[in-house]
């Protein structure tokens, strides 16, 4: 696999064309970011676009026309042009083209850009409308980092905590990723243990709280990850019911469709819309230690 790589001192970061998707995370000689050791999950830190989770029964409408969509859309299945590169910032764009306009009927430029300071990695989504109609989508990321970060450990010897108390909800699932109901998991609490059990049945996701960061801990070493997602409504916590070494910790600005939702993606939850000639920019960032 050819791919790109950017280091400012601290982190080495490297990434491939193909869905502009981070394969390394390393720091000090330590590798953060799973790297596909067991066969639950091969993926690594897949980009979502222009949907996040999937679709009640897999379409939405435009204009009165059927467009059929995988979960977490087609962006992390396309090659990326390479935009500019430095040696601490690493920028990728996909175009709209006549692939994408079969199942997307909208014209955008999608930048996803990597930037290195200090020990921290900041993550830049641009969303461009390059044509005539307003422009719906959603966006989001889903790095999966090693957990345990040493041998010997457990997933289990690790937790998460938040910047405030949280109400901290899981998602039932129907079909992959559409929502069939939330259910409150932990009440009024910072910190969430972390166990493969709970994944079993859901996700969990944190909405609209008050906490603007996360940090993965543990009890059994120093080392840290820390995820400040302070411009995003929506947090996904995910890893494999069956026990694999990593965990995701996602930050969302849309949520999978609603059981009954409209299927006029203009009118879809939880989406954000761009004005022709407009562009739309969020960030987020990991801090290593």
Same mark, same amino acid.
């Given at each position: 696999?050819?791919?790109? =790589?950017?280091?400012?001192?601290?982190?080495?970061?490297?990434? !491939? *064309?193909?869905?502009?998707?981070?394969?390394?995370?390393?720091?000090?000689?330590?590798?953060?970011?799973?790297?596909? !050791?067991?066969? *639950?999950? *091969?993926? *690594?830190?897949?980009?979502?676009?222009?949907?996040?989770?999937?679709?009640?029964?897999?379409?939405?409408?435009?204009?009165?026309?059927?467009?059929?969509?995988? !979960?977490?859309?087609?962006?992390?299945? #396309?090659?990326?042009?390479?935009?500019?590169?430095?040696?601490?910032?690493?920028?990728?764009?996909?175009?709209?083209?006549?692939?994408?306009?079969?199942?997307?009927? &909208?014209?955008?430029?999608?930048?996803?850009?990597?930037?290195?300071?200090?020990? =921290?990695?900041?993550? =830049?989504?641009?969303?461009?409308?390059?044509?005539?109609?307003?422009?719906?989508?959603?966006?989001?990321?889903?790095?999966?980092?090693?957990?345990?970060?040493?041998?010997?450990?457990?997933?289990?010897?690790?937790?998460?905590?938040?910047?405030?108390?949280? =109400?901290?909800?899981?998602?039932?699932?129907?079909?992959?990723?559409?929502?069939?109901?939330?259910?409150?998991?932990?009440?009024?609490?910072?910190?969430?243990?972390?166990?493969?059990? #709970?994944?079993?049945?859901?996700?969990?996701?944190?909405?609209?709280?008050?906490?603007?960061?996360?940090?993965?801990?543990?009890?059994?070493?120093?080392?840290?990850?820390?995820?400040? &997602?302070?411009?995003?409504?929506?947090?996904?916590?995910?890893?494999?019911?069956?026990?694999?070494? &990593?965990?995701?910790?996602?930050?969302?600005?849309?949520?999978?469709?609603?059981?009954?939702?409209?299927?006029?993606?203009?009118?879809?939850?939880?989406?954000?819309?761009?004005?022709?000639?407009?562009?739309? !920019?969020?960030?987020?960032?990991?801090?290593?230690?």
């Amino acid at each position: 696999m050819i791919c790109e =790589t950017i280091s400012n001192g601290y982190i080495t970061l490297s990434a !491939t *064309q193909q869905g502009a998707e981070v394969i390394s995370i390393e720091q000090d000689g330590r590798e953060y970011l799973w790297q596909k !050791t067991a066969p *639950q999950w *091969q993926e *690594q830190a897949p980009i979502l676009f222009p949907i996040v989770g999937g679709l009640e029964d897999g379409f939405y409408e435009y204009d009165g026309k059927r467009y059929d969509m995988n !979960t977490h859309g087609f962006a992390r299945d #396309m090659k990326f042009e390479i935009e500019e590169k430095t040696y601490t910032r690493l920028s990728y764009v996909l175009k709209y083209n006549e692939e994408t306009l079969k199942v997307y009927p &909208f014209r955008f430029e999608f930048y996803v850009i990597y930037e290195l300071v200090g020990h =921290t990695l900041k993550v =830049t989504f641009v969303i461009k409308n390059k044509g005539e109609n307003r422009l719906a989508a959603a966006v989001g990321h889903h790095p999966g980092y090693r957990c345990p970060f040493l041998n010997g450990e457990k997933m289990e010897d690790y937790y998460l905590e938040f910047e405030c108390s949280e =109400t901290i909800s899981r998602v039932l699932r129907k079909n992959g990723f559409g929502i069939r109901k939330l259910q409150d998991y932990i009440i009024d609490t910072n910190i969430l243990p972390l166990s493969h059990d #709970m994944f079993k049945e859901a996700v969990i996701l944190k909405a609209n709280g008050k906490s603007n960061w996360v940090k993965l801990k543990s009890d059994h070493n120093n080392y840290e990850i820390k995820v400040d &997602f302070s411009e995003y409504p929506y947090l996904c916590l995910w890893s494999s019911a069956e026990p694999a070494p &990593f965990i995701c910790i996602e930050p969302w600005n849309g949520l999978p469709s609603n059981v009954n939702e409209d299927k006029d993606i203009m009118k879809k939850e939880h989406m954000v819309y761009v004005e022709p000639g407009d562009r739309y !920019t969020i960030s987020y960032s990991v801090d290593f230690r």
